[in-house]
């Protein structure tokens, strides 16, 4: 069952309706539930290999839906350290959970900085009003 | 601008929330709340789709036999009234300018149920080669149309069973409707036609005995896991019937445009044919992807039933047969799929 709509406060933001959630020199990556919405129900996680570089602003990945390919871009730099493999197994979950079982990589942050960048949750939510 | 048309059923659409998205010139409902529960209910249950968007042309008068036995592709010398057949409008190249289903009203009339796009086209092509005593009309916006589709479509609907390829007129909850015994995903249903101004009333009935509304999404897969060609995707001008697959419904000795080019193809064999496949390493086709060693995805999902990728390509003759194994570049990745048994999915016989 798809959850309902919510953009967590702890979150950063990037434009393409992906999040960040940084721990300490570490960040975990996902889509928000308007990407997850827009798509409609996951079938397949594309990810990136553990140990692969991500760049900020790039493609790290792929999701789809029956009818949609979407790219998976990274808010942050770095370098994969874990995968969310329940995701590659049941896509659907992304649906189900996007803040929580639902996320996509870890990575280790090489440029910490860029966390400045981002988008907090009133700064995303005024995005999506204005789309 | 281009502004979108609207069927008479777009407001039961938006209010049932329908994500509504351009086809063809149409504002169209492509689901409701999912592509896969939408196409389970209609493999399991039964599902409803508005295809108002469709177009209907009628040809009629002493010399409308002979007219669509020059312009259509199948031997219509075997419709007689109250049937229904599947055929093709084919270019002088053998190429398919359009697939349709045309129904026998009486003697001398014939309703052709064509693709929306292609309805122009259509009209045009047969109204060009018009004999004396034949009048071809567009009687497109005179009628809607829903599909009620799946196992239990007639049971929800109080319906009979009945021969498939057949029509008859009857009464559904006060209203007239043609009720076609053909369908676009494999399963048990029909097709009802009714006037523009009963759309509303009929959908209501429709979704008051049970059935799941489903949008375009649904009939998508639905259609390509039983490997019928949409057209505009699968089969067109630029590819001739006998390479597409659709040489069965060409009846080469009633000398129908295109006939004789076909006849050549076929004895020669063709250099690539339209096949079925599905993945053997995880991945999901999509139209335009390029086979490995020649050929190109031509339609791609994920199969809701088997939970696979699937799809219709062309691939070289030689590869063609099931069984064969292909390569599919998916956005740069080589991915191994196997050339199977048309149809994908097959409905488990009871």
Known sequence: VAAAESYPEELLYHAEHDWARIEGDEAVLGITWYAADALGELVHYEPPDEGATVSKDQSYGEVESVKAVSDLISPLSGEVVEVNQKVVDAPETVNEDPYGEGWLIRIRLSNPSERDGLLDVAAYRSLLEAQ | ?350
């Open chain 2, 1 to 350: 601008v281009q502004t979108l048309r609207r069927t008479p059923l777009y407001e039961k659409h938006v209010a049932a929330g329908a994500r509504m998205v351009p086809f063809a010139g149409w504002e169209m409902p492509v689901q409701y709340t999912g592509v896969i529960p939408e196409h389970k209910a209609v493999r399991t249950d039964a599902g409803v789709f508005d295809v108002s968007h469709m177009g209907e042309l009628e040809v009629e008068g002493p010399t409308a036999h002979e007219l669509l036995q020059q312009r259509l592709s199948n031997d219509i010398a075997k419709v007689t009234p109250g049937e229904a057949q599947y055929t093709l409008i084919t270019n002088e190249d053998g190429g398919v300018i359009d697939d349709l289903i045309v129904y026998r009203l009486d003697e001398h009339r014939y309703l052709l149920v064509v693709n929306a796009s292609n309805r122009e086209t259509d009209f045009d092509w047969l109204k060009e080669h018009e004999l004396r005593g034949s009048d071809v009309r567009d009687v497109s916006d005179e009628y809607a149309l829903l599909a009620v589709q799946g196992p239990r479509a007639l049971e929800r609907l109080g319906l009979p069973k009945a021969r498939a390829f057949t029509w008859e007129m009857t009464s559904l909850d006060g209203i007239e409707v043609m009720v076609y015994r053909t369908g676009y995903t494999g399963e048990e249903g029909v097709e009802l036609a009714c006037m523009e101004e009963d759309a509303p009333a009929l959908w209501d009935f429709v979704v008051g005995r049970g059935v799941t509304p489903c949008g375009l999404g649904a009939r998508d897969t639905l259609r390509l896991e039983v490997c019928y060609p949409l057209h505009g995707n699968d089969i067109g001008p630029q590819w001739d019937a006998i390479s597409s697959g659709l040489g069965w419904v060409c009846a080469l000795d009633t000398g129908f445009t295109g006939a004789e080019r076909l006849r050549e193809i076929k004895e020669r064999g063709p250099e690539r044919r339209l096949v079925a496949f599905r993945m053997i390493e995880k991945a999901i086709p999509r139209q335009g992807m390029a086979i490995e060693r020649g050929g190109e995805v031509t339609s791609g999902s994920l199969s809701p039933m088997l939970d696979v990728g699937i799809g219709l390509a062309y691939v070289p003759a030689g590869e063609s047969a099931p069984g064969s194994e292909v390569v599919v570049d998916v956005r740069g990745k080589p991915r191994r799929a196997e050339v199977v048994k048309k149809p994908i999915y097959k409905r488990e016989e009871t």
